[in-house]
């Protein structure tokens, strides 16, 4: 019995990296010390260290709430001071104790494991000097972190963070630090909500408290929403609606990309998988939900995380959605997420200076406002413009801070839709999508969309010199090669240009994002491949004047004004725009 046991065990820790333990006092954290579970001295001389990172970390394996979590500790010491089989065949040498500093088991108790002043140990490649290593018990690329584990690993970072003076920015999972999936998709995703302290919570979440549940009780619900609309324990929105018996869940209406967001062409309607409901695609044939849509639905719900520029499409979708709910007379929630790029950086033309911004062709390409604050502008506008408005609410985020990057807001991060991989690619967005315009690739079809300029014709070094000269702030560049497939990601996206061919290329790296002005950097870019290349580069107009919202940059270009000249064209014009936006800013 216990020899099954025992290899079970080793199967369990087939990820295993280092933890330690240390005795602390019960009145600062509640623990299974050492002496609790009967641990043995360590077997052989631990290395010293003093602890300044905190590294997370699963075992590997399904979740035993049926073993005692002393009865754990005892097997993974016995398997750590032993040459010890592992999962795929190899021999793992024996440590001088049990790799991690601390073991949360599936009931949320904490044991301690080594000495927490002792570097760990790892069967992966990485410098453990400084790490304190947390091991959460199950297999979280198969199942789901329980709430009871959550609260105590919140309870021991927070206890780490202050006894040891260790940034909660040095919170990392084990893939972070070396090749493996640890600790899990699940776990991994939640990483971010430990780094801060006061993590932003969004109007998803505040939907559920009694000051907006009423709201939507016992109401038909038409949801607008897409696979980013997750609360920060990995719930969906579309589920936790569906399941809960004082709402109900009638329609679901999908964006851009699909509700799951695996598309990248135009989508059709469909059927939601998992809750059998419809599903009504608004980027196809239908734009904006119609009477005979809405006729089981008694208030409209808006949930997408947004990118923070004009011409990402989420935005529109919103504004089409809040005027179908005011020409129906359907009460419209948004219900507000951060800005990803931050809500301070406004700049671009203003496609109709000095009008009430009524539409998306109003904004600048940075418009520096979350959805909710969007919403609430649009409607006001139309209101005073004599236009029908719909019934609008709010729910808005705590403790969210104009200021703050997607990845400072404590929020997991998913990408928005296919291209969108990460928050860099976004910082780059309002920039290098004005190569959409262009015969010049943006990097679509590689892993560093919207990070890369690109053609088959482009010297990289010379274009690094040009680009080199004109002292753009908080970027710099490097020449490299790219071959775009129509695979990225796992998804299939538009064909992108020049696919299959290897072309040389120009990679762009943010060195300060706070310095880093995104649509004048894009300007300088179009200037760069125009000074460069005239004979080979080509405008197409009708997306490049259609993203600009004007066609005066590209004739400007055309006419040989230099950049500097082109950006203080709209000057005015975005200081009318600042003035009305700051009317409605919530935070």
């Known amino acids: 019995m216990f020899r099954i046991g025992f290899i079970n065990f080793i199967l369990v820790f087939f990820c295993v990296l280092s933890s330690s333990a240390q005795i602390i006092e019960e009145s600062e954290l509640a623990v299974i010390t050492r002496e609790n579970w009967k641990a043995k001295e360590p077997v052989m001389q631990m290395i010293p260290h003093k602890p300044q990172f905190i590294t997370i970390h699963h075992t590997g394996m399904p979740q035993k709430p049926q073993r005692s979590i002393e009865e754990k500790l005892q097997a993974l010491q016995n398997f750590s001071q032993n040459d010890s089989p592992m999962a795929d065949g190899s021999v793992k040498k024996a440590w001088p104790d049990v790799p991690y500093h601390f073991y949360i088991g599936t009931s949320g108790k904490i044991a301690e494991g080594r000495d927490i002043n002792f570097q760990g140990d790892s069967n992966t490649d990485y410098d453990l000097n400084g790490h304190v290593l947390i091991v959460v018990e199950g297999d979280f690329n198969k199942e789901k972190l329980l709430p009871q584990q ?119 309607d469909s059927k939601d998988e998992k809750t059998g409901l419809p599903v009504v695609s608004l980027y196809g044939k239908t734009r904006k939900p119609t009477a005979e849509m809405l006729k089981d639905v008694e208030v409209l719900v808006f949930d997408i995380q947004d990118i923070g520029a004009r011409f990402y499409t989420y935005i529109k979708t919103m504004l089409l ?67 029908l408005s719909a019934d609008l609410k709010v729910i808005p985020m705590e403790n969210y801070k104009r200021e703050l990057w997607y990845d400072q807001t404590g929020l997991p991060w998913i990408k928005p839709s296919p291209n969108m991989l990460n928050l860099t690619t976004a910082t780059f967005y309002p920039a290098t999508c004005l190569l959409e315009g262009t015969n010049v690739s943006e990097g ?144």
């Not at 070396?178 to 990483?191: I, Q, R, V």
């Not at 790029?341 to 700049?347: A, E, K, L, P, S």
């Not at 274009?463 to 560049?477: A, H, P, R, V």
Request: hydrophobic share 35%.
């Open 444 to 587: 679509r079809g590689t892993l560093k969309p919207f990070e890369l300029i690109a053609a088959p014709w482009v010297h990289p070094e010379d274009l690094i010199t040009q680009l080199e000269s004109y002292n753009l702030k908080g970027i710099s560049y490097k020449t490299t090669q790219i071959t775009a497939q129509q695979m990225v990601d796992g998804i299939e996206i538009y064909p992108p240009k020049f696919m299959g061919e290897e072309i040389p290329a120009v990679e762009l790296t943010l060195t300060n994002r706070d310095n880093f002005k995104s649509v004048e950097a894009g300007i300088y870019m179009l200037h760069a491949l125009k000074k460069l290349y005239p004979e080979q580069l080509e405008w197409r107009k009708e997306r490049l004047d259609g993203l600009l919202k004007t066609s005066l940059v590209r004739e400007a270009l055309d006419a040989g004004k230099k950049p500097r000249e082109i950006i203080q064209t709209w000057q005015d014009d975005l200081e009318f725009f600042k003035k009305l936006r700051s009317q409605y800013l919530l935070y």
């Open 321 to 387: 959605v809040q005027e179908a709910a005011a020409e129906n007379n359907v009460p419209f929630i948004v219900l507000d997420r951060p800005n990803a790029i931050g809500g301070r950086y406004v700049d671009g033309p203003v496609g109709k200076p000095g009008e009430p911004v009524t539409d998306i062709d109003m904004l600048p390409i940075t418009h520096g406002m979350t959805v909710g604050e969007l919403a609430t502008m649009f409607n006001k506008e139309r209101e005073n413009s004599g236009l």
């Open 150 to 268: 959550w609260e105590s690993l919140n309870k021991l970072v927070s206890f780490l963070s202050s006894k040891y003076d260790i940034s909660r920015e040095t919170i990392s999972g084990h893939k972070d630090q070396a090749e493996t999936t640890c600790p899990g998709g699940d776990l991994y995703s939640k990483l971010a909500l430990l780094k801060v302290k006061n993590p932003v919570k969004i109007g998803a979440e505040r939907l559920f408290e009694a000051e907006y549940f009423n709201l939507i009780k016992d109401k038909k619900i038409g949801l607008v929403t897409n696979h980013t609309g997750l609360l920060p324990n990995g719930d969906h929105l579309v589920d936790l609606l569906y399941q809960n018996p004082e709402t109900e869940l009638t329609m679901l209406f999908g964006p851009e990309h699909g509700i799951r967001g695996e598309e990248d062409t135009h989508v059709s």
